[in-house]
């Protein structure tokens, strides 16, 4: 079976590379020249663990290919995904027109029965809008079926998440588009892993309604750490008696300056916005997006109070990227909190071990780029730990004492005990202890 995957980012490029190790013909589109052009030299665009090497694998073994022929790959294949990005528009509602765009040429392509499956988070009755745009294109005589396929998969593990996903949902209105979908993933089905058939709308919600789930957990903690602080309280002795209890389970219970990355704020803004489009208040949502903006303010604060004010003290700040394993910055707790303390004229110095480069284009020259972790930390008043990569949780605390210039860190991530840093002399401040 030919598939053809449109759209070649953290998705696009995992889900196609995995499908061509499954052993199905794969081809990589997208309209960005320069991406295919690197893929094509044998480079990787971001940084995701285990991707290069499988991509070199299944582009040796002849399954895999790049092209920027969007058309001429989708009249090739039997299965086509939409894997675009669907960004927040400033209203919080979702920015559909790389969808529609795809979907247009996509009509345009159709010469023959196709399963037209989306990848992208796209907010639910999308799967309905693709279904008018391919007939106003193709005609009313043409031969397809619009599934909804929503990706699971986490930046930083996503190899390993799409090989061993938890579920595949998979919404679909017709028979044939369930067992053309079933043959994508049969290895999948092989080892036993969930497969939940159900509707497109369904489908499209179960997204959705799991990222804002996962948001609000989150929250919660993050909530539950700042009552900690006010009460003498520790959060992770809370949380993690919290999560023994089997109906609330341990994992999205850790603390720290709020969620972010590509999809969390923007897939419960979108839900907050489907839902008043549709004459109902999602309370839940927006107050999940409310605290958490709070959080990523109550944590300059933190910094602002160890550093003792921000103007023009020196603040060294580790990690950009939004969680570890990943160069992604896209709404990074990190990046907003530098803003904050640029904000507080404070004078930032960043390392990051994969995000120096994104972090780049946004941040500018606005803050001073480290060589590595213990150059950020020269001569700082302060040190932040905003993203727990795991070369930041074992640092040299007698050469980061001789670097700065006072022995302070805001832990946001809890990585160090309090009580060891104490007796190391530092002035240490974390999230709910
Ligand atoms: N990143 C994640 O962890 C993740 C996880 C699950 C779901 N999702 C969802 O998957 C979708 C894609 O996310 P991403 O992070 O991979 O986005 P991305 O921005 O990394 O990649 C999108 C790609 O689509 C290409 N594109 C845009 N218009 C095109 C067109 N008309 N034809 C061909 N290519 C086109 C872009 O050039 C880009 O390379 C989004 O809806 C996102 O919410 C993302």
Known sequence: MK??????????????????????????????????????????PFYEPGLAEKITQNVEAGRLAFTTDVGAAIRDADAVFIAVGTPARDDGGTDLSF????AHEIGKNLNGYKVIATKSTVPPQTGARIQKILLEEAGAEAAFD????????????AVADFMRPDRIVIGAESERAVEVMKALYRPLYLIETPFIITSVASAEMIKYASNAFLAVKITFINEVANICERIGADVHVVSKSMGLDGRISPKFLHPGPGFGGSCFPKDVASLVSTAELNG????????????NARQRQIMVDKIRAAADGLEGKRVAVLGLAFKPNT??????????????LLRGGAVVRAFDPAAMETARVVL?????????????????DVLVIATEWNQFRNLDLARLRDLMTRAVMVDLRNVYSPH???????HYTSVGR
């Open 280 to 291: 109902y208040d999602f309370l839940v949502g927006q107050a999940a997006l409310d605290a």
């Open 327 to 340: 160069d992604d910055v896209r709404d990074s707790p990190a990046v907003d909190i530098i803003e904050g």
């Open 364 to 380: 500018g020259d606005r803050i001073e780029y480290a060589e590595d972790t213990y150059d950020a930390v020269a001569d700082a």
């Open 146 to 157: 619009v599934v909804s396929n929503p990706e699971f998969l986490r930046e930083g593990s």
């Open 420 to 426: 060891r840093m104490h007796e190391q002399g530092f």
């Open 3 to 44: 598939v053809t995957m449109i759209g070649t980012g953290y998705v696009g490029l995992v889900t196609g590379t995995c499908f061509a190790d499954f052993g199905l013909d794969v081809v990589c589109a997208d309209i960005d020249a320069a991406k295919i052009a690197l893929l094509e030299q044998g480079e990787v």
């Open 99 to 102: 969808i529609d765009a795809v």
